[in-house]
C-alpha cells in the first residue's frame, strides 16, 4: 500500500478538499502512473454533487488522467517505466462476456469497474480517480499516449474524445452529411472538432451568444443560438445526425425536430432528470434517437491514435487543484472554455 495524497468530496454538500488515500502494490498486471494532469468532465461535477443518486462517499473524481509510468508488474508487456500513459473512464471489466470480447468494455454484460465510485473486481473495496498523484490499473486499461502533443491537452481525450468519437464513428458521420453539435462545452468542442476532421458539414447549436466566434474557430460550418427563434427555423429538418451534449435538463423534442427523415439524434449529455419525448416527433419522419456511453478500450486507442494523426486535442485551461471548487462553479455556468486540466504538481 502506499499513501497517495488526493481531493475528495466526503458528501454531496461538501466542497471537495484534500484527502489521502491509499493505492494497492502494483499487481503483476499492473501500470503504476505518477498523475502529470487530469481533466475535469462534467460527470465528476454531477459524481461530486450526487446528481445521478448513486454516487459513494468519500469520492475523489476525475477520468481525464495523463502521467508517466513509474512501476511495472512483471507480468505487464505494453508498457515500460518512463512511458507516457493515460487511463479513461474504466480500469476493469468482466473481461469475458461478449461485449467485452468485442471490445466494448463500457456495456460490459457483468458490470465494468469506473476509475472512480465504482468497486474493484477483487473486493478490495472502492476505486478513486484521477484527482491525486498516483493511480494504478490492469494494462490493458491503460492507453498509450503521443509524445508529439501537448500532455495536458490530451487529457481530455481520454473521456470527450472518446465519449463523441465513438458515436460520430457508430453513425458513420462523415463526408455529405449535416450534423449538429448540441452545447458547446467539454464535449460539445471535441464533438466539433472530430465532426470537421471526419468531413461532415457542422452546425455548432448553442444557447451562449458569445460562443459564435470560438465554435467557427474550432471548425463549425455555422452557428445558431437556440435561444433564437428565427435562427432555429432555420435549421427544421435539416440534420441527419444531432450529438446531444448537453448537461443540463433541456426539451429533447425541440431538437428532434431540427432532424431531417431518417435523421438520428444520439444523447451523450445526461441531465438529471429527463424530459419526457413525444413519440410523435420520431414517427413522422422516422427519426431515431440514442445514446452512447464513452467507448471501449480498443475505440479508445484508435481514437488516441487518430488524434494524433490528425493533429486534434483539446482548448485547455490548466488550473491548480485548489481551485476544483471554483472550476465547479464555473463549469454550472457554462464558463469553460473548454476543459478545465488539473495540473496534479499543485497537488
Ligand atoms: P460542460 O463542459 O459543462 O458542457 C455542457 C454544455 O451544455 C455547456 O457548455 C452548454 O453549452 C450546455 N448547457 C449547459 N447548461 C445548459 C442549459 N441550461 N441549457 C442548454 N444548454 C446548456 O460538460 P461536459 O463535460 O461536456 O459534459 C456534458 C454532459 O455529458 C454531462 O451531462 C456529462 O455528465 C455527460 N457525459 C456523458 C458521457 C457519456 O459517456 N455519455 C461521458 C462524459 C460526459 P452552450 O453554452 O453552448 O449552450
Ligand atoms: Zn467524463
Ligand atoms: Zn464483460
Same mark, same amino acid.
Given at each position: 500500500?502506499?499513501?497517495? *495524497?488526493?481531493?475528495?468530496?466526503?458528501?454531496?454538500?461538501?466542497?471537495?478538499?484534500?484527502?489521502?488515500?491509499?493505492?494497492?502494490?502494483?499487481?503483476?498486471?499492473?501500470?503504476?502512473?505518477?498523475?502529470?494532469?487530469?481533466?475535469?468532465?462534467?460527470?465528476?461535477?454531477?459524481?461530486? *454533487?450526487?446528481?445521478?443518486?448513486?454516487?459513494?462517499?468519500?469520492?475523489?473524481?476525475?477520468?481525464?488522467?495523463?502521467?508517466?509510468?513509474?512501476?511495472?508488474?512483471?507480468?505487464?508487456?505494453?508498457?515500460?517505466?518512463?512511458?507516457?500513459?493515460?487511463?479513461?473512464?474504466?480500469?476493469?471489466?468482466?473481461?469475458?462476456? =461478449?461485449?467485452?470480447?468485442?471490445?466494448?468494455?463500457?456495456?460490459?454484460?457483468?458490470?465494468?469497474?469506473?476509475?472512480?465510485?465504482?468497486?474493484?473486481?477483487?473486493?478490495?473495496?472502492?476505486?478513486?480517480?484521477?484527482?491525486?498523484?498516483?493511480?494504478?490499473?490492469?494494462?490493458?486499461?491503460?492507453?498509450?499516449?503521443?509524445?508529439?502533443?501537448?500532455?495536458?491537452?490530451?487529457?481530455?481525450?481520454?473521456?470527450?474524445?472518446?465519449?463523441?468519437?465513438?458515436?460520430?464513428?457508430?453513425?458513420?458521420?462523415? *463526408?455529405?452529411?449535416?450534423?449538429?453539435?448540441?452545447?458547446?462545452?467539454?464535449?460539445? =468542442?471535441?464533438?466539433?472538432?472530430?465532426?470537421?476532421?471526419?468531413?461532415?458539414?457542422?452546425?455548432?447549436?448553442? =444557447?451562449?451568444?458569445? *460562443?459564435?466566434?470560438?465554435?467557427?474557430?474550432?471548425?463549425?460550418?455555422?452557428?445558431?443560438?437556440?435561444?433564437?427563434?428565427?435562427?432555429?427555423?432555420?435549421?427544421?429538418?435539416?440534420?441527419?445526425?444531432?450529438?446531444?451534449?448537453?448537461?443540463?435538463?433541456?426539451?429533447?423534442?425541440?431538437?428532434?425536430?431540427?432532424?431531417?427523415?431518417?435523421?438520428?439524434?444520439?444523447?451523450?449529455?445526461?441531465?438529471?432528470?429527463?424530459?419526457?419525448?413525444?413519440? !410523435?416527433?420520431?414517427? !413522422?419522419?422516422?427519426?431515431?434517437?440514442?445514446?452512447?456511453?464513452?467507448?471501449?478500450?480498443?475505440?479508445?486507442?484508435?481514437?488516441?491514435?487518430?488524434?494524433?494523426?490528425?493533429?486534434?486535442?483539446?482548448?485547455?485551461?490548466?488550473?491548480?487543484?485548489?481551485?476544483?471548487?471554483?472550476?465547479?462553479?464555473?463549469?454550472?455556468?457554462?464558463?469553460?472554455?473548454?476543459?478545465?486540466?488539473?495540473?496534479?504538481?499543485?497537488?
Amino acid at each position: 500500500m502506499s499513501s497517495t *495524497k488526493s481531493y475528495a468530496a466526503q458528501s454531496e454538500t461538501t466542497p471537495l478538499t484534500p484527502w489521502t488515500i491509499n493505492r494497492r502494490d502494483p499487481k503483476p498486471t499492473d501500470v503504476q502512473i505518477d498523475i502529470k494532469y487530469c481533466g475535469v468532465c462534467h460527470s465528476d461535477l454531477h459524481f461530486a *454533487k450526487n446528481d445521478w443518486g448513486m454516487s459513494v462517499y468519500p469520492l475523489v473524481p476525475g477520468h481525464e488522467i495523463v502521467g508517466i509510468v513509474t512501476a511495472v508488474g512483471d507480468k505487464v508487456s505494453k508498457f515500460k517505466v518512463g512511458d507516457l500513459a493515460g487511463i479513461g473512464c474504466l480500469v476493469d471489466s468482466c473481461r469475458e462476456c =461478449h461485449n467485452c470480447k468485442d471490445g466494448l468494455e463500457q456495456y460490459c454484460s457483468n458490470g465494468w469497474v469506473g476509475t472512480y465510485g465504482g468497486m474493484e473486481k477483487d473486493g478490495s473495496g472502492a476505486t478513486y480517480g484521477g484527482y491525486s498523484k498516483c493511480i494504478l490499473a490492469h494494462e490493458d486499461f491503460v492507453l498509450h499516449l503521443s509524445d508529439k502533443q501537448p500532455l495536458e491537452a490530451i487529457a481530455p481525450l481520454l473521456c470527450a474524445g472518446i465519449t463523441t468519437y465513438s458515436p460520430l464513428r457508430r453513425w458513420n458521420v462523415g *463526408k455529405g452529411q449535416k450534423v449538429g453539435v448540441l452545447g458547446l462545452g467539454g464535449l460539445g =468542442h471535441m464533438g466539433v472538432k472530430l465532426a470537421v476532421s471526419m468531413g461532415a458539414e457542422v452546425t455548432m447549436l448553442s =444557447h451562449t451568444p458569445s *460562443k459564435e466566434a470560438d465554435a467557427k474557430r474550432l471548425g463549425a460550418h455555422k452557428f445558431v443560438l437556440t435561444s433564437d427563434e428565427e435562427q432555429t427555423k432555420t435549421v427544421a429538418g435539416y440534420f441527419d445526425f444531432i450529438l446531444d451534449t448537453v448537461s443540463a435538463q433541456h426539451d429533447y423534442n425541440f431538437y428532434l425536430n431540427m432532424l431531417n427523415t431518417n435523421g438520428t439524434m444520439v444523447c451523450v449529455g445526461a441531465p438529471p432528470p429527463a424530459e419526457p419525448i413525444v413519440p !410523435f416527433n420520431l414517427i !413522422f419522419q422516422r427519426r431515431s434517437i440514442a445514446g452512447s456511453l464513452i467507448g471501449g478500450l480498443p475505440e479508445t486507442q484508435e481514437m488516441l491514435d487518430y488524434c494524433a494523426e490528425h493533429n486534434i486535442v483539446s482548448d485547455v485551461e490548466v488550473i491548480a487543484m485548489k481551485d476544483i471548487n471554483e472550476a465547479y462553479e464555473r463549469m454550472l455556468k457554462g464558463d469553460v472554455r473548454y476543459r478545465f486540466v488539473i495540473d496534479m504538481a499543485t497537488l
